[in-house]
């Protein structure tokens, strides 16, 4: 399996424009996460699911930020209108039973809003 | 309140010393627990994870941990460091639901390591 793949890996954009990122869980993973990390605020967990539907987003920070998984093979994260306190790493991870609740993580997205 | 505590923000050890980074938590029953290791640029991996049973738990990367139920704690141990081993280290404890996989991660302890 190739692992979680994510993109793009890095992304810079202007203020009040739309990112989406994306992410491809490892097959078969039925738990997928997507997690921002900044040097400030460390690791923060924004939304979970399950089976592709959503089961906490208690941590999107606002309703500019919005999650999507069409399906058990892609995940969108979605911020509109982007803003430069936005700026961070963004991880999507998955799991599963067989994994004994451990994350594989993909690399990265590198966001800069300007 | 569920928490995890990793004191040590940087830790720089020589090539061929052993190495402990500290995690402690605070967490009602016993919980999951999780080591994960994070390269420049690249996303966390997992080094090792303790459920249940066994107290000191083997990973990958030569990496050990060992839980202590009375301190609390879930130190990452490793005999010999090896240049490639710098990078940045989190500890993680949960789940904060039972039947959920939602973990809270430590702020991490960088290990800078002198040839």
């Known amino acids: 399996d190739a692992g979680v793949i994510q993109s793009p890996r890095h992304e810079v954009t202007e203020m009040g424009q739309e990112v989406t990122l994306r992410c491809k869980p490892i097959?078969?993973?039925?738990?997928l996460f997507w997690y921002r990390q900044t040097m400030m605020r460390g690791l923060e967990l924004l939304i979970y699911?399950?089976?592709?539907?959503?089961?906490?987003d208690s941590g999107m920070p606002e309703d500019r930020f919005s999650a999507k998984m069409p399906n058990a093979s892609f995940s969108t994260l979605k911020i509109q209108p982007s803003e430069p306190r936005d700026s961070a790493v963004y991880f999507c991870?998955?799991?599963?039973?067989?994994?004994?609740?451990?994350?594989?993580f993909g690399s990265g997205t590198r966001l800069t809003v300007v | 309140a569920q928490s995890v505590t990793q004191p040590d923000i940087h830790i720089t050890v020589s090539e061929g010393a052993s190495l402990e980074l500290r995690c402690n938590y605070s967490?009602?029953?016993?919980?999951?627990l999780f080591w994960y290791v994070q390269s420049p640029g690249q996303g966390l991996q997992l080094l090792l994870k303790?459920?249940?049973?066994?107290?000191l738990v083997q990973g990958i990367k030569g990496f050990e941990a060992e839980f202590k139920r009375s301190q609390s704690s879930f130190n990452l141990r490793k005999p010999s460091v090896h240049w490639s081993d710098a990078a940045e280290y989190f500890c993680?404890?949960?789940?904060?639901?039972?039947?959920?996989?939602?973990?809270?991660f430590g702020t991490g302890t960088r290990l800078k390591v002198l040839a």
């Open positions: 097959s078969g993973h039925d738990y």
């Open positions: 699911f399950n089976n592709n539907v959503p089961i906490d």
């Open positions: 991870a998955s799991s599963d039973l067989q994994d004994n609740y451990g994350y594989t």
């Open positions: 993680a404890v949960g789940p904060v639901t039972s039947g959920t996989y939602k973990y809270i």
């Open positions: 967490y009602g029953a016993t919980p999951y």
């Open positions: 303790y459920f249940s049973g066994d107290t």
